[in-house]
Protein backbone atom coordinates (compact mmCIF):
# COMPACT_ATOMS: atom_id res chain seq x y z
CA UNK A 1 0.00 0.00 0.00
CA UNK A 2 1.18 3.10 -0.75
CA UNK A 3 1.42 6.70 1.89
CA UNK A 4 1.59 10.25 0.28
CA UNK A 5 3.96 12.51 1.70
CA UNK A 6 3.83 16.57 1.95
CA UNK A 7 6.20 18.51 3.54
CA UNK A 8 4.13 21.56 4.22
CA UNK A 9 4.61 25.69 3.57
CA UNK A 10 4.58 26.22 0.13
CA UNK A 11 2.44 28.71 -1.43
CA UNK A 12 0.83 27.38 -4.28
CA UNK A 13 1.00 29.04 -7.71
CA UNK A 14 0.05 28.48 -11.14
CA UNK A 15 -2.93 26.88 -13.36
CA UNK A 16 -4.85 23.40 -12.70
CA UNK A 17 -7.36 21.89 -14.52
CA UNK A 18 -10.27 20.44 -13.53
CA UNK A 19 -11.26 16.49 -14.25
CA UNK A 20 -14.53 15.33 -15.26
CA UNK A 21 -17.23 14.53 -12.20
CA UNK A 22 -17.12 10.99 -10.28
CA UNK A 23 -20.16 12.15 -9.13
CA UNK A 24 -21.96 12.25 -12.58
CA UNK A 25 -19.65 9.26 -14.65
CA UNK A 26 -21.08 6.52 -12.48
CA UNK A 27 -24.54 6.63 -13.16
CA UNK A 28 -24.49 7.67 -16.48
CA UNK A 29 -21.70 4.49 -17.14
CA UNK A 30 -24.76 3.13 -15.11
CA UNK A 31 -27.22 4.86 -17.68
CA UNK A 32 -26.10 2.78 -20.33
CA UNK A 33 -27.88 -0.27 -19.28
CA UNK A 34 -30.55 0.77 -20.45
CA UNK A 35 -29.98 0.66 -23.95
CA UNK A 36 -28.12 -2.43 -26.25
CA UNK A 37 -26.41 0.29 -28.57
CA UNK A 38 -23.04 1.54 -28.25
CA UNK A 39 -22.36 4.65 -25.82
CA UNK A 40 -19.59 7.42 -26.09
CA UNK A 41 -18.66 8.81 -22.66
CA UNK A 42 -16.03 11.96 -22.91
CA UNK A 43 -14.12 13.72 -20.46
CA UNK A 44 -14.73 10.35 -18.22
CA UNK A 45 -12.08 11.10 -14.94
CA UNK A 46 -9.54 7.79 -14.64
CA UNK A 47 -10.74 6.54 -11.08
CA UNK A 48 -10.42 3.64 -9.02
CA UNK A 49 -14.15 4.44 -8.61
CA UNK A 50 -14.54 4.71 -12.35
CA UNK A 51 -12.78 1.50 -12.94
CA UNK A 52 -15.29 -0.25 -10.38
CA UNK A 53 -18.19 1.00 -12.45
CA UNK A 54 -16.46 -0.72 -15.89
CA UNK A 55 -16.08 -3.88 -14.46
CA UNK A 56 -19.80 -4.13 -13.13
CA UNK A 57 -20.72 -3.11 -16.45
CA UNK A 58 -18.60 -6.25 -17.98
CA UNK A 59 -19.58 -8.48 -15.73
CA UNK A 60 -23.45 -7.53 -16.25
CA UNK A 61 -22.59 -8.09 -20.36
CA UNK A 62 -21.30 -5.05 -21.87
CA UNK A 63 -17.60 -4.72 -23.45
CA UNK A 64 -16.20 -1.77 -21.84
CA UNK A 65 -12.85 0.37 -23.20
CA UNK A 66 -11.34 2.94 -20.99
CA UNK A 67 -8.86 5.34 -23.15
CA UNK A 68 -7.67 8.81 -22.66
CA UNK A 69 -10.64 10.03 -21.19
CA UNK A 70 -13.42 8.42 -23.36
CA UNK A 71 -14.77 5.34 -22.60
CA UNK A 72 -16.57 2.84 -25.24
CA UNK A 73 -19.47 0.84 -24.02
CA UNK A 74 -21.20 -1.71 -26.63
CA UNK A 75 -23.41 -4.52 -25.91
CA UNK A 76 -22.08 -8.50 -25.90
CA UNK A 77 -24.77 -11.34 -26.53
CA UNK A 78 -24.70 -12.58 -22.94
CA UNK A 79 -26.81 -9.94 -20.78
CA UNK A 80 -26.47 -11.16 -16.46
CA UNK A 81 -28.87 -9.76 -14.54
CA UNK A 82 -26.75 -10.20 -10.99
CA UNK A 83 -24.79 -7.67 -10.02
CA UNK A 84 -21.90 -9.29 -7.49
CA UNK A 85 -21.31 -8.43 -3.89
CA UNK A 86 -17.35 -8.24 -4.38
CA UNK A 87 -18.18 -5.17 -6.64
CA UNK A 88 -20.75 -3.85 -5.53
CA UNK A 89 -19.81 -4.36 -1.71
CA UNK A 90 -16.81 -1.88 -2.85
CA UNK A 91 -18.51 1.08 -3.52
CA UNK A 92 -22.23 2.55 -2.99
CA UNK A 93 -22.66 3.93 -6.39
CA UNK A 94 -23.02 0.95 -7.77
CA UNK A 95 -25.74 0.21 -6.58
CA UNK A 96 -27.93 2.19 -9.14
CA UNK A 97 -27.20 -0.32 -11.68
CA UNK A 98 -30.52 -1.27 -10.15
CA UNK A 99 -33.02 0.60 -11.63
CA UNK A 100 -31.41 0.57 -15.35
CA UNK A 101 -31.56 -3.37 -15.44
CA UNK A 102 -34.82 -3.83 -14.01
CA UNK A 103 -36.09 -1.31 -16.35
CA UNK A 104 -33.94 -3.44 -19.31
CA UNK A 105 -34.01 -6.83 -18.10
CA UNK A 106 -37.62 -7.20 -16.54
CA UNK A 107 -35.38 -8.81 -13.45
CA UNK A 108 -32.40 -6.95 -11.69
CA UNK A 109 -30.04 -8.93 -8.28
CA UNK A 110 -27.91 -6.72 -7.02
CA UNK A 111 -26.34 -6.87 -3.42
CA UNK A 112 -27.01 -4.54 -0.79
CA UNK A 113 -23.95 -1.97 -0.79
CA UNK A 114 -23.62 -2.21 2.99
CA UNK A 115 -22.72 0.62 5.73
CA UNK A 116 -19.27 2.98 5.01
CA UNK A 117 -17.27 5.21 7.30
CA UNK A 118 -19.23 8.24 6.78
CA UNK A 119 -22.44 6.63 8.36
CA UNK A 120 -25.30 3.82 8.01
CA UNK A 121 -26.02 4.66 4.59
CA UNK A 122 -29.42 3.10 4.07
CA UNK A 123 -31.06 2.46 0.28
CA UNK A 124 -34.90 2.78 1.80
CA UNK A 125 -35.56 5.19 -0.80
CA UNK A 126 -34.16 3.49 -3.52
CA UNK A 127 -36.43 0.31 -3.10
CA UNK A 128 -39.44 2.62 -2.04
CA UNK A 129 -39.15 4.49 -5.54
CA UNK A 130 -38.24 1.51 -7.53
CA UNK A 131 -41.49 -0.47 -6.13
CA UNK A 132 -44.07 2.42 -6.05
CA UNK A 133 -43.42 1.56 -9.87
CA UNK A 134 -44.60 -1.59 -9.74
CA UNK A 135 -41.58 -3.68 -9.14
CA UNK A 136 -41.83 -6.97 -6.63
CA UNK A 137 -39.20 -6.77 -4.03
CA UNK A 138 -37.41 -8.99 -2.16
CA UNK A 139 -34.56 -8.66 -0.06
CA UNK A 140 -32.75 -12.01 0.91
CA UNK A 141 -29.40 -13.31 1.83
CA UNK A 142 -27.95 -10.02 1.29
CA UNK A 143 -29.31 -9.11 -2.47
CA UNK A 144 -31.92 -6.94 -3.28
CA UNK A 145 -34.48 -8.55 -5.88
CA UNK A 146 -36.52 -7.06 -7.78
CA UNK A 147 -38.92 -8.42 -10.77
CA UNK A 148 -41.41 -6.63 -13.23
CA UNK A 149 -43.06 -7.86 -16.36
CA UNK A 150 -43.16 -4.15 -17.04
CA UNK A 151 -42.86 -0.90 -14.77
CA UNK A 152 -45.94 1.83 -14.49
CA UNK A 153 -45.34 5.58 -14.19
CA UNK A 154 -46.58 7.00 -10.60
CA UNK A 155 -45.53 9.31 -8.41
CA UNK A 156 -42.71 8.99 -6.35
CA UNK A 157 -42.02 10.97 -3.10
CA UNK A 158 -38.23 10.36 -2.28
CA UNK A 159 -37.69 13.08 0.78
CA UNK A 160 -35.83 11.40 3.30
CA UNK A 161 -34.77 12.12 6.73
CA UNK A 162 -32.04 14.34 5.53
CA UNK A 163 -33.44 15.25 2.75
CA UNK A 164 -33.74 14.36 -1.16
CA UNK A 165 -31.44 11.70 -1.81
CA UNK A 166 -28.85 11.84 -5.13
CA UNK A 167 -28.70 7.93 -6.20
CA UNK A 168 -31.67 7.57 -5.32
CA UNK A 169 -33.38 9.93 -7.78
CA UNK A 170 -30.94 8.23 -10.01
CA UNK A 171 -32.34 4.72 -9.55
CA UNK A 172 -35.79 6.19 -10.04
CA UNK A 173 -35.65 8.26 -12.70
CA UNK A 174 -33.27 5.68 -14.83
CA UNK A 175 -36.06 2.96 -14.52
CA UNK A 176 -38.76 5.45 -15.41
CA UNK A 177 -37.34 6.00 -18.39
CA UNK A 178 -38.96 2.80 -19.88
CA UNK A 179 -41.63 2.81 -17.92
CA UNK A 180 -45.38 2.72 -19.55
CA UNK A 181 -46.85 6.60 -18.56
CA UNK A 182 -45.65 9.27 -16.54
CA UNK A 183 -43.61 9.28 -13.55
CA UNK A 184 -43.05 12.48 -11.30
CA UNK A 185 -40.49 12.85 -8.98
CA UNK A 186 -40.98 15.13 -6.02
CA UNK A 187 -38.41 15.72 -3.52
CA UNK A 188 -35.86 14.78 -6.18
CA UNK A 189 -32.20 15.63 -5.59
CA UNK A 190 -31.12 18.59 -7.79
CA UNK A 191 -27.48 18.11 -7.63
CA UNK A 192 -26.06 19.07 -11.01
CA UNK A 193 -24.69 15.39 -11.38
CA UNK A 194 -28.56 14.37 -11.27
CA UNK A 195 -28.99 16.93 -13.89
CA UNK A 196 -25.84 15.66 -16.05
CA UNK A 197 -27.38 12.12 -15.98
CA UNK A 198 -31.26 13.28 -17.23
CA UNK A 199 -29.29 15.29 -19.64
CA UNK A 200 -27.39 11.77 -20.75
CA UNK A 201 -31.02 9.92 -21.02
CA UNK A 202 -32.45 12.92 -23.11
CA UNK A 203 -29.80 12.16 -25.40
CA UNK A 204 -30.76 8.41 -25.47
CA UNK A 205 -34.31 9.30 -26.20
CA UNK A 206 -35.93 9.98 -22.41
CA UNK A 207 -38.27 12.27 -22.37
CA UNK A 208 -37.48 14.25 -18.86
CA UNK A 209 -38.62 17.61 -17.73
CA UNK A 210 -37.65 19.66 -14.67
CA UNK A 211 -34.15 17.97 -13.72
CA UNK A 212 -32.19 20.04 -11.76
CA UNK A 213 -35.58 20.86 -9.59
CA UNK A 214 -36.99 18.99 -7.01
CA UNK A 215 -39.87 17.97 -9.38
CA UNK A 216 -38.69 15.51 -12.17
CA UNK A 217 -41.30 14.19 -14.88
CA UNK A 218 -40.34 11.78 -16.87
CA UNK A 219 -42.90 10.18 -19.65
CA UNK A 220 -41.94 6.58 -20.41
CA UNK A 221 -40.74 5.49 -23.55
CA UNK A 222 -40.58 1.80 -25.42
CA UNK A 223 -36.56 1.96 -25.97
CA UNK A 224 -33.38 3.80 -25.90
CA UNK A 225 -30.85 4.77 -28.07
CA UNK A 226 -27.15 4.84 -27.96
CA UNK A 227 -25.55 8.49 -27.23
CA UNK A 228 -22.56 10.46 -27.02
CA UNK A 229 -22.19 12.08 -23.71
CA UNK A 230 -19.49 14.75 -21.79
CA UNK A 231 -19.26 14.81 -18.37
CA UNK A 232 -19.55 17.94 -16.73
CA UNK A 233 -16.18 19.17 -14.27
CA UNK A 234 -15.79 17.97 -11.05
CA UNK A 235 -17.32 20.56 -8.39
CA UNK A 236 -15.75 18.84 -5.56
CA UNK A 237 -12.04 18.83 -7.01
CA UNK A 238 -12.30 22.14 -7.68
CA UNK A 239 -13.84 23.16 -4.47
CA UNK A 240 -10.80 21.46 -2.67
CA UNK A 241 -8.57 23.12 -5.30
CA UNK A 242 -9.67 26.17 -4.52
CA UNK A 243 -9.04 25.96 -0.69
CA UNK A 244 -5.39 24.56 -1.08
CA UNK A 245 -5.03 28.12 -2.70
CA UNK A 246 -6.42 29.90 0.38
CA UNK A 247 -4.32 27.44 2.80
CA UNK A 248 -1.48 27.97 1.33
CA UNK A 249 -2.02 31.51 1.19
CA UNK A 250 -1.22 30.85 -2.42
CA UNK A 251 -2.57 32.17 -6.07
CA UNK A 252 -4.10 29.01 -7.98
CA UNK A 253 -6.35 29.53 -11.62
CA UNK A 254 -8.76 26.70 -11.63
CA UNK A 255 -9.82 25.71 -15.56
CA UNK A 256 -12.54 23.67 -16.69
CA UNK A 257 -15.16 24.79 -14.23
CA UNK A 258 -18.92 25.99 -13.71
CA UNK A 259 -19.15 28.60 -11.55
CA UNK A 260 -22.73 27.94 -11.45
CA UNK A 261 -22.17 25.02 -9.43
CA UNK A 262 -19.83 26.62 -6.65
CA UNK A 263 -22.32 29.30 -5.21
CA UNK A 264 -23.07 28.00 -1.84
CA UNK A 265 -18.96 27.53 -1.73
CA UNK A 266 -17.79 30.46 -2.92
CA UNK A 267 -20.23 32.01 -1.01
CA UNK A 268 -18.39 30.75 1.99
CA UNK A 269 -15.37 31.34 0.93
CA UNK A 270 -15.78 34.69 0.33
CA UNK A 271 -17.03 35.44 3.74
CA UNK A 272 -13.67 33.73 5.06
CA UNK A 273 -12.08 36.36 3.06
CA UNK A 274 -11.32 34.64 -0.49
CA UNK A 275 -10.48 37.27 -3.45
CA UNK A 276 -12.40 35.23 -6.12
CA UNK A 277 -11.90 36.37 -9.74
CA UNK A 278 -14.29 34.12 -12.59
CA UNK A 279 -13.72 34.46 -16.34
CA UNK A 280 -15.59 31.64 -18.80
CA UNK A 281 -14.79 28.75 -17.12
CA UNK A 282 -11.92 29.33 -14.49
CA UNK A 283 -11.76 30.74 -11.84
CA UNK A 284 -8.59 32.64 -9.94
CA UNK A 285 -8.64 31.95 -6.04
CA UNK A 286 -6.29 33.49 -3.40
CA UNK A 287 -6.56 35.39 -0.69
CA UNK A 288 -7.86 39.02 -0.09
CA UNK A 289 -6.29 40.24 3.06
CA UNK A 290 -6.50 37.36 6.17
CA UNK A 291 -8.72 34.66 6.99
CA UNK A 292 -12.20 35.13 8.82
CA UNK A 293 -13.83 32.11 10.97
CA UNK A 294 -17.07 31.03 8.99
CA UNK A 295 -19.67 28.62 9.93
CA UNK A 296 -21.13 26.47 8.33
CA UNK A 297 -23.84 23.78 7.55
CA UNK A 298 -23.58 21.12 5.16
CA UNK A 299 -27.26 20.68 3.31
CA UNK A 300 -28.48 19.18 -0.02
CA UNK A 301 -27.85 21.03 -3.11
CA UNK A 302 -27.97 24.39 -3.61
CA UNK A 303 -26.48 24.20 0.01
CA UNK A 304 -23.34 24.31 0.87
CA UNK A 305 -21.48 20.55 0.29
CA UNK A 306 -20.97 17.08 2.75
CA UNK A 307 -18.35 16.21 0.27
CA UNK A 308 -16.58 19.68 1.08
CA UNK A 309 -17.12 19.46 4.40
CA UNK A 310 -14.27 17.76 5.50
CA UNK A 311 -11.60 20.15 3.12
CA UNK A 312 -13.20 23.58 5.21
CA UNK A 313 -12.73 22.09 8.36
CA UNK A 314 -8.77 21.82 7.26
CA UNK A 315 -9.05 25.72 6.73
CA UNK A 316 -10.93 26.74 9.12
CA UNK A 317 -7.98 24.38 11.49
CA UNK A 318 -5.86 27.50 10.33
CA UNK A 319 -8.17 30.63 10.88
CA UNK A 320 -8.14 32.49 13.85
CA UNK A 321 -11.14 32.40 15.77
CA UNK A 322 -14.07 29.74 16.10
CA UNK A 323 -15.80 28.40 13.40
CA UNK A 324 -18.56 26.24 13.63
CA UNK A 325 -19.52 23.73 10.96
CA UNK A 326 -22.60 21.65 11.07
CA UNK A 327 -23.09 18.58 9.44
CA UNK A 328 -26.80 17.84 8.10
CA UNK A 329 -26.47 15.09 5.21
CA UNK A 330 -24.29 12.28 7.25
CA UNK A 331 -24.36 13.54 10.97
CA UNK A 332 -21.30 10.76 11.63
CA UNK A 333 -19.29 12.21 8.70
CA UNK A 334 -16.14 13.60 11.46
CA UNK A 335 -13.42 10.78 11.45
CA UNK A 336 -11.10 13.60 9.71
CA UNK A 337 -11.47 15.26 13.44
CA UNK A 338 -9.41 12.82 15.34
CA UNK A 339 -6.55 12.83 12.64
CA UNK A 340 -6.36 17.21 12.38
CA UNK A 341 -6.41 17.03 15.81
CA UNK A 342 -3.20 14.73 15.77
CA UNK A 343 -1.26 17.54 13.79
CA UNK A 344 -2.39 19.94 16.57
CA UNK A 345 -5.40 21.22 15.42
CA UNK A 346 -7.96 22.41 18.47
CA UNK A 347 -11.47 20.55 16.93
CA UNK A 348 -14.33 19.41 19.02
CA UNK A 349 -17.10 17.38 18.37
CA UNK A 350 -20.26 18.23 19.67
CA UNK A 351 -23.09 15.49 17.81
CA UNK A 352 -23.39 16.89 14.68
CA UNK A 353 -21.27 20.04 14.86
CA UNK A 354 -17.39 20.46 15.05
CA UNK A 355 -16.33 23.43 16.90
CA UNK A 356 -13.04 24.39 15.42
CA UNK A 357 -10.53 26.94 17.48
CA UNK A 358 -8.36 28.16 14.51
CA UNK A 359 -4.46 27.51 15.90
CA UNK A 360 -1.24 29.15 14.18
CA UNK A 361 0.32 25.95 12.95
CA UNK A 362 -0.40 22.55 12.20
CA UNK A 363 2.24 20.52 12.57
CA UNK A 364 3.27 16.99 10.11
CA UNK A 365 2.48 14.09 11.70
CA UNK A 366 1.58 10.72 10.40
CA UNK A 367 -2.93 10.77 9.87
CA UNK A 368 -4.65 7.98 8.41
CA UNK A 369 -7.63 8.71 5.86
CA UNK A 370 -10.84 7.17 6.34
CA UNK A 371 -12.66 8.08 3.28
CA UNK A 372 -12.22 9.79 -0.03
CA UNK A 373 -13.01 13.46 1.18
CA UNK A 374 -11.27 13.11 4.56
CA UNK A 375 -8.13 12.27 2.68
CA UNK A 376 -8.45 15.57 0.87
CA UNK A 377 -8.80 16.98 4.04
CA UNK A 378 -5.59 15.60 5.42
CA UNK A 379 -3.92 16.56 1.92
CA UNK A 380 -4.42 20.10 1.90
CA UNK A 381 -3.90 20.01 6.13
CA UNK A 382 -0.36 18.64 5.27
CA UNK A 383 0.21 21.05 2.63
CA UNK A 384 0.11 24.39 5.21
CA UNK A 385 1.69 21.92 8.61
CA UNK A 386 5.43 22.72 9.16
CA UNK A 387 7.45 19.29 8.82
CA UNK A 388 6.56 16.41 7.04
CA UNK A 389 2.86 15.03 7.23
CA UNK A 390 2.13 11.15 5.58
CA UNK A 391 -1.19 10.13 5.05
CA UNK A 392 -1.92 6.21 4.27
CA UNK A 393 -4.51 4.38 3.05
CA UNK A 394 -4.47 6.78 0.36
CA UNK A 395 -6.35 3.95 -2.42
CA UNK A 396 -9.61 6.49 -0.70
CA UNK A 397 -8.37 9.78 -2.52
CA UNK A 398 -7.64 7.46 -5.31
CA UNK A 399 -11.40 6.73 -5.70
CA UNK A 400 -12.02 10.17 -6.21
CA UNK A 401 -9.52 12.55 -7.20
CA UNK A 402 -8.03 11.90 -10.90
CA UNK A 403 -4.26 12.50 -10.45
CA UNK A 404 -4.02 14.72 -7.67
CA UNK A 405 0.13 14.36 -6.58
CA UNK A 406 0.65 15.75 -10.08
CA UNK A 407 -1.76 18.08 -9.90
CA UNK A 408 -0.53 19.72 -6.26
CA UNK A 409 3.10 19.15 -7.70
CA UNK A 410 2.71 21.53 -11.03
CA UNK A 411 1.20 24.17 -8.22
CA UNK A 412 4.08 24.07 -6.43
CA UNK A 413 3.90 21.52 -4.03
CA UNK A 414 6.09 19.28 -2.41
CA UNK A 415 4.58 15.54 -2.39
CA UNK A 416 5.21 12.80 -3.24
CA UNK A 417 4.24 9.01 -3.08
CA UNK A 418 6.39 6.54 -1.02
CA UNK A 419 5.51 2.63 -0.16
CA UNK A 420 4.15 1.99 3.23
C1 LIG B 1 -24.17 10.91 -3.22
C2 LIG B 1 -22.73 11.13 -3.60
C3 LIG B 1 -21.86 11.40 -2.36
C4 LIG B 1 -22.46 12.54 -1.54
C5 LIG B 1 -23.94 12.29 -1.25
C6 LIG B 1 -24.62 13.47 -0.57
C7 LIG B 1 -22.50 9.81 -5.61
C8 LIG B 1 -21.86 8.66 -6.29
N1 LIG B 1 -22.26 9.95 -4.31
O1 LIG B 1 -24.22 9.72 -2.42
O2 LIG B 1 -20.55 11.76 -2.81
O3 LIG B 1 -21.77 12.63 -0.30
O4 LIG B 1 -24.65 12.03 -2.48
O5 LIG B 1 -24.51 14.60 -1.36
O6 LIG B 1 -23.17 10.61 -6.22
N2 LIG B 1 -30.48 8.12 2.60
C9 LIG B 1 -31.51 7.43 3.17
N3 LIG B 1 -32.11 6.43 2.44
C10 LIG B 1 -31.73 6.13 1.17
C11 LIG B 1 -30.69 6.87 0.58
C12 LIG B 1 -30.09 7.87 1.32
O7 LIG B 1 -31.87 7.67 4.32
O8 LIG B 1 -32.31 5.22 0.56
C13 LIG B 1 -29.83 9.20 3.38
C14 LIG B 1 -28.32 9.02 3.50
O9 LIG B 1 -27.97 8.14 4.55
C15 LIG B 1 -27.86 10.44 3.72
C16 LIG B 1 -28.83 11.24 2.86
O10 LIG B 1 -29.96 10.40 2.64
O11 LIG B 1 -28.05 10.80 5.07
C17 LIG B 1 -28.27 11.66 1.52
O12 LIG B 1 -27.65 10.55 0.90
P1 LIG B 1 -27.65 10.34 -0.68
O13 LIG B 1 -27.95 11.62 -1.37
O14 LIG B 1 -28.49 9.16 -1.02
O15 LIG B 1 -26.14 9.94 -0.93
P2 LIG B 1 -25.65 9.05 -2.11
O16 LIG B 1 -26.55 9.25 -3.25
O17 LIG B 1 -25.37 7.66 -1.64
Given at each position: MDKLVIEGGIKLKGEVTVSGS??????????????????????????????????????????????????FISSTKHANFIADYKLVSTMRASFCVLGPMLAKLKKAKVSLPGGCIIGVRPVDLHLKGIKSLGADITVESGYVLAKANYLKGNYVYLGGVYGSSVLATDNVMMAATLARGRTVIESAACEPEVADLAEF????????????????????????????????PDRIEAGTMMLAALITKGDITIKNIRFEHLGALIDKLDEAGASVMKTDSSIRMRLKNKLNAINVTTLPYPGFPTDMQAQIMSLMSVTPGISVITEKIYPDRFMHVAELNRMGARIQREGPHAIVEGVKQLSGAPVMASDLRASACLVLAGLVASGKNSVSRIYHLERGYENIEEKLRGLGAKIWREKE
Amino acid sequence: MDKLVIEGGIKLKGEVTVSGSKNAVLPILAATLLTDEPCIIRNAPALRDTNTMLKILRSLGKNAEFDKGIVFISSTKHANFIADYKLVSTMRASFCVLGPMLAKLKKAKVSLPGGCIIGVRPVDLHLKGIKSLGADITVESGYVLAKANYLKGNYVYLGGVYGSSVLATDNVMMAATLARGRTVIESAACEPEVADLAEFLIKMGAKIKGHGTPTIEIEGVKQLRGAEHTIIPDRIEAGTMMLAALITKGDITIKNIRFEHLGALIDKLDEAGASVMKTDSSIRMRLKNKLNAINVTTLPYPGFPTDMQAQIMSLMSVTPGISVITEKIYPDRFMHVAELNRMGARIQREGPHAIVEGVKQLSGAPVMASDLRASACLVLAGLVASGKNSVSRIYHLERGYENIEEKLRGLGAKIWREKE
